[in-house]
């Protein structure tokens, strides 16, 4: 079935960066955009950015734009998502999120991998 | 403060039927679709309603979507103890390049 699993809980240090990963399963990986949203704790949603995995740059938010890299390795079936220069408010629950294209609704979600940042 | 404005909680009692509501701007919900999730407590996001008021494969009928002008609403009849849950509302955001989600509706259902 079209599953999207994720990478395991983290924890880093401020000033540490984290890596992600999202594996896709069941569909065609090159057909579909790979959002990336996050959590934090007791909060809403915020887009962080999305990944092209047939190729092109990525398309981030404003707000991360000078430290979040998001690549996909096709032979893999796998995007990542790096997050450079963490503070305590980069605390949160990350999710990858499938859309059929770049407008189009997150209808498959990862299951969310915890990002803990704390001294 | 989240782009989109959603009322922080609603409730109803079984059967009954409940609006949730999502305000935004021109250069979100008057110019894009609106998409809408349900987030069970300790669970991923699922999507309810995809571009205003499709519901994608297995979700029941009881839940409807519609769109006017800067606002959407979800309704949901014949409410059920299972839809206690969280619903955002989502769209694109042109003046930002981003999507905006809203900071969601606490469901109860007493």
């Known amino acids: 079935q079209v599953q999207l699993v994720q990478s395991g809980a983290e924890v880093r240090k401020p000033g540490a960066s984290v890596r992600i990963s999202c594996e896709a399963s069941?569909?065609?990986?090159?057909?579909?955009?790979l959002n990336w949203v996050r959590q934090a704790p007791g909060q809403g949603l915020e887009w962080v950015g999305m990944s092209v995995p047939r190729g092109g740059s990525g398309d981030y938010a404003q707000k991360f734009q000078d430290r979040v890299v998001m690549t996909a390795d096709t032979s893999a079936n796998t995007v990542y998502m790096e997050l450079t220069s963490l503070t305590s408010e980069d605390t949160a629950i990350y999710y990858c999120a499938r859309a059929a294209t770049s407008l189009g609704a997150f209808d498959i979600w990862g299951q969310g991998t915890v990002v803990t940042v704390s001294s | 403060q989240s782009v989109l404005i959603q009322p922080p909680s609603a409730s109803g009692t079984p059967g009954q039927r409940v609006t949730l509501s999502c305000s935004g701007i021109t250069s979100n919900i008057r110019s894009y679709t609106i998409n809408w999730y349900q987030q069970f407590a300790g669970a991923a996001p699922n999507l309810l309603i995809d571009?205003?008021?499709q519901r994608p494969s297995g979700v029941p009928d009881r839940f409807s979507g519609s769109r006017s002008g800067t606002s959407a609403s979800l309704a949901i009849s014949g409410l059920q103890s299972e839809d206690e849950a969280i619903y955002y509302c989502a769209a694109w955001d042109d003046s930002v390049n981003a999507w905006v989600f809203g900071g969601g509706t606490k469901l109860s259902v007493l």
């Open positions: 571009s205003n008021n």
């Open positions: 069941g569909y065609k990986f090159t057909n579909f955009f």
